[in-house]
Each structure stands twice: as structure tokens, then as C-alpha cells.
């Protein structure tokens, strides 16, 4: 019963509040309403009658289900009145009033059409989270609606925020809070501390729903994976008789999240990832366990890679888990971890736009006209290294040229995709192998279509149908999408040969967008036969930055540009090749806690491509130097990328630099010389002090120099 939903308590005062200011920050607990409320408020009071209410929503998962929701409570079809979109799927229509979206889209659609027409309220959901395009959103709205649009209401919802902050940042604005209704929850901690030695995370939730079943139970896991073994592990427990076992995560086909939000008779057991800690309400929750973690994205300026590596969550989100157990009656929350580490977690989790790659956010802020960066509306500045190292990367890509976008940069900006990618679409114009780019970017976009750990049998027969030797893992991919489309996507032909059927299901449609914005750029996207080496050139175009080198023919250690290493991933089937173009870096956490850069989606490359596409960038270059174990001067032809070594061969030292290195060598008292003994040094001594002391008597000194050059001719 929505009329009864604690939101309403405040209904009068949220429509009051934007007639008097427009900018609106709104503090009421999970579950109270907020996003599928607040908008049907809008359009209730005719505050929709001129545009369009857009909800932005950090999670594709909950924009669609809160769409959902929303059109079924307003007895409508979805993708009518209300509809939603995320990237790559718009389900909305010429009618559409309410309309959630993902952060992403709406920036996007600033640089199309600065003015926003037909939009009259933006509704800045969850933003307590922080996300990279929720900040430098509302930032621009800001300026939006400063300048043209004044009229443009703007509202920062949460549960969790700072309001205080936040007001001075929208000033003038109204803040309005509501305090639900909520339960106590009572907390409990594990008495010891985690870490090696103490049982897999699954088996400790499953332990802890053995001692506390009752009632619906909410599982927090950081991902797919582990809330495959929590299920697994709980159903192993006599407890669990009775139960319904729920998985809730972003990779699962709708059907199934849909499922895990929906009531039963029976008492049920979601496992579900962090959507579940605010975006998301599972009603009647009862019992919450929390295991701590989450996958969390980040960024690492120093080395350009992207991690995703499961961390501990801060204690404010530990807080929100636990407040999913009070929303119906008093609860119980069971932490899978001590109340020692507790305290020793971070307070907060650091806003996105301190922690991720910018390269894409400074690419569409470019576009959308704002100039310099530095000197943007931040409602908190990203780090300087970030920023530079975003700017760096577009310069690479030919999409700024002295810090300003370029036409390049703006055509790129029509593929939704990282820049890498669509600096590849648009190079496969001149290689003549556009449809195929779009194939490689669509085959990557989702999560991996290739189940890594898919066991032996999988494996075996991938190698039968795809070969495990290759110029690039793309090829594997795309000839396993191909595969999986003649194969209607059947879930026993996909299971066999370890192919995941969501990802593989969303590739066709990509690949259509993708191969329709191309055309519609003015490029030949008809699929063609192509020369393998057209695509592995468009492919080092989008991702120069890591071109890597095999240490030597037996290992799958790899020196990067940059200075960095890595290990070439173990399905990679690019084997032979001494250079390689990574599309994939990532540093991921083994469960042992350990940490690897693995190099995945691997294209083998040529020397000559690099001298061919980076003229400015390849240099040769004679290395000399002294062997200590032949005791003789070597010298190396190398040929270096930026500040890599491509490849390196041995030549006959040039005898002016061996000389200069073996005078070294003698220097520095590692190489004795025949007949320079330590009567000759004496004799230098007593001539350097006779120069010295009797001035009149003109004699040059030996000094260090001299003496070098001695050295050097002597060699
Ligand atoms: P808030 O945004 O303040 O957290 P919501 O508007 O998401 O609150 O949800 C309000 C209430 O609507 C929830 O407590 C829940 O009872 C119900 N609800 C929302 N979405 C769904 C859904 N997909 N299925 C079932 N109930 C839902
Ligand atoms: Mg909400």
C-alpha cells in the first residue's frame, strides 16, 4: 500500500518546497519511498505536465526493477508512461513521464542537447554513493540550470547523506528529512578474526543461518561466485528445509532477479550482492548476515590499471546491511567478522571520482564545453595524477591536442563505449574492418563471455571448436559468440563448452547499436572477410598504452610500457608472439589473499606496426655495456616503444664506447689493468702533490678526468 509508505508523511512539504526553490535534498531511510514514490508525486501535481521526470540511478539493476515497480503500481505497461533506460537498452517512449536511468546517460545526452528540452526534474537517487557520473551530473545540471534552465527542478535523494555538505554545495536549496519507521536491530560479531586459517566465507554464512533462522534471511556477498557457494553451503544445512534460496545479482538473466524480490507463502533466503544495501528493498527481512565484502572498482593512477578486487566494506555501509534486518520488526544483523576489525574499517567509502579511471567523464565534460578541469564545479576535486593521467591517455588516442577535444575525440564520443574502444571503431575505418571492431567491442562490453574456470572437459572442447593457438583471445571470443548464435544460445551447447549464455545473449544486440551508430557516423560496417592483421592493428591503436613484451620464449611474464609487468593470462591462446597488446589489465585478488596483474584479451603484434602507427615513438638505440662473468665489453642494437625494449640484438662493440665502458669498469676499481699498478697510482699521487705545492714549476695534475680519458685511451 504505497499511500502508507512513510514518504507520504512529507508529500506536502517536498511539492511545497520545489515551487519555492527548485533544488531539493531529501533524507529518508531505505524502504521509505523515496524512488518509486517521489516521482509519482511529481506527476500527481502536475509538476510532470511539462517534461519528463528522469531518476538517475547508479545500478542498471535497480533502474530497471524500480521501473517496474513504479508502472505497476501505476497499472501501466513498461516503457509507457514510465520506462526506463541504462546503456545499450532503452525501454521508453514518446509518452514516457517517469523515466529511470542510468548515471551515464544523462551527461551524455547534455552534450546532444544542453538545454534538456522536455525534461523538468532530475532526481539524483542513492547519491550518498557517490558515483563518478552522479557528481559530475549534477554539476553540470547545476550550471544547466544556473544558465538556461531555471525552471529545471533538481532533487538529491538518500538515505545515508551529509546533508550538510550537500546544502552548502546546492546553495540556495531546501533540505527535507523523514525518519521512517524502523526497528532495532541487534548486532552480532564473530569472536574471532578472519583471515588464514578460518573457513571460506559461504560456509561461516551458512553456519551463522543454521544458528539464527527465522523468517526471510538476507545474505550480502560480494559477487556471483560467492553467492553460488553461500546457496550451495546453506542448502547443505537441515535448517534450510522449507526455504526458498535466492540469488540477487547484476549478471543474472530478469527473470531471476525478478524472482528474488517477488513474495511467497514460503519463507525465503536471498543471497545477494550490495544492490540489495539500499537500492533495492526485499521486504520482510528479518535475519540479515553480512559477510563484509564487496567487489569494489577501482582505479590506480600510478600504474593506468582498473582493479576490481573484493574489499572490506566501510562501517556505514555495514550499517545500512544491517538496517535491511528492522524494516518490518525488530531484526537481528550477524557481522562475519570481529567487533576488534570492525572499528578498524574505514568510517566511509571513498566517492568514486577519487578512485576511477576519468578518461571516458573527461572525454564527454570536454564535448559538453567545459574547458578547464581544473577549474570545473566539483562538488569534490578528483586527484591531480588522475586527471593528467585521463588527459595523457586521450592525448594518446589523438581525442585532445593540447588539452582541447578534437574532431577525433567528438566522433568518438558517438560510440558509448570507453574511448579505447571507439578510437578502435573509428581506426577500423581505414583497416576496413568496422563490423568486425563492433564485434570486438561488443563481445567485450559485458562480463567475460568465456567462463574461466569452466573445468577441463570445457575447456578441451573449446579448443576443439576455437583452437587454443591464435593471433588474439578476440578471435576466440567472436568465434564463440558465432557459435553460440548458430546454436540458438542452447543452455547444454553453451554449458559444454563453458559459454556464459547472458553475456552471450547481450553481444547480438550490442554488436546491431554499435554497427547502426557506425553507419549512421558515415562508416562501411557490411561484415567482410578481413586480413586478421587489419584488426590487430585497430586494436593496438585503442590500447598503445599496453604493449607488452615476453620476458623470454618459455614464460608468460610480460614487461609492460610504463615500467610496469605482468603475467599473461593462462587461456590467453596468443603464445608465440614475443610482443602482445593487452585490452586487459587487471590486478585481481587470489583467494589466498594474494595479488597478480593477469594481462587478458591478448592480440599479438608486430615491431614493424609500432614504427608503422607511432613513427614519433620508436627509436633505436646501442646499448654497451661490461659482462662481469665473460669479462667483456657487449653491446645490444635495441629498439625501444616509448620505454619498453621491443627487441634487442647483440653487435660488435664500437671500439670509442667499449673503451669508455672499460675505463669505467677500471674507475670504479672492478677491473685491474696490466701494468697500471699501484706504482703507477703513486707516481700520479707524487705528481698531482708537486703541482699542487710548487705552483712555479707549471706542471699539469692528473685529475679525475684526465685520468678517465688516460683510462679511455688505454682501452
Ligand atoms: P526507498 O527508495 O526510500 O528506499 P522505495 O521507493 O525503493 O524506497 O521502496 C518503497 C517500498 O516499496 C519498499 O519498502 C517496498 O515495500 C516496496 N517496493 C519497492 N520496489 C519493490 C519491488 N520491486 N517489489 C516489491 N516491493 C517493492
Ligand atoms: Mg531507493
Redesign the pocket.
Known sequence: M?AQ?P?YEIEKAIVDSLSASHRLVLR??????????VPRMLLRHGILDAGQAVILQPRRLAAR??S??VARELGVELGREVGYQVRFENVTSASTRIKFETEGILLRQMIQDPELHGIQAILF?EFHERHLYGDVTLARALDIQESTRPDLLIVVMS?TLDAGALARYLHPCRVLSSEGRTFPVSIEYLSRRAGAGSPPVWDLAADAFARHAEGDVLVFMPGGYEIQRTIEAIRGKSESKGYLLLPLHGELPPRDQDAA?ARYEQPKVVVATNVAE?S??I?GVRVVIDSGLARIPRYDPNRGINTLLVERISRSSAEQRAGRAG?TAPGKCVRLWSEAEHAERQAQELPEIKRLDLAEVVLTLKAAGVEDLRRFRWLEAPAETALSNAEELLHDLGALESNAITPLGRRMLAFPVHPRYSRMLLAAEEYECVYHACLVAAVTQGRDLLIRKSGKDAESVRADLFGDRGSSDFWILMSAWTYAAKNQFRMDVLRQAGIHGVTARQVGPLLEQFVRIAKQEGLDAEPRAIREEALQKCILIGFSDRVARRMDDATSRCELVHGRRGVLAKESVVRDSALVVAAEVQEVGGRQGEVSTILSLATAIEKEWLRELFPKEVRSELRVEFDTATRRVQAFDELHFRDLTIDSGSVDPPSDAAARVLAEEVLAGRLPIPKWDHGVDQWILRLNLLSEWCPDLQLPPILEADRRHLLEQLC
Open positions: 504505497p509508505l514518504i529518508a531511510p531505505t524502504g521509505s519511498g523515496k524512488s518509486t514514490q526493477l524500480l517496474a515497480r537517487d538515505a524480490v539500499t533495492i528493498t521486504d524494516r
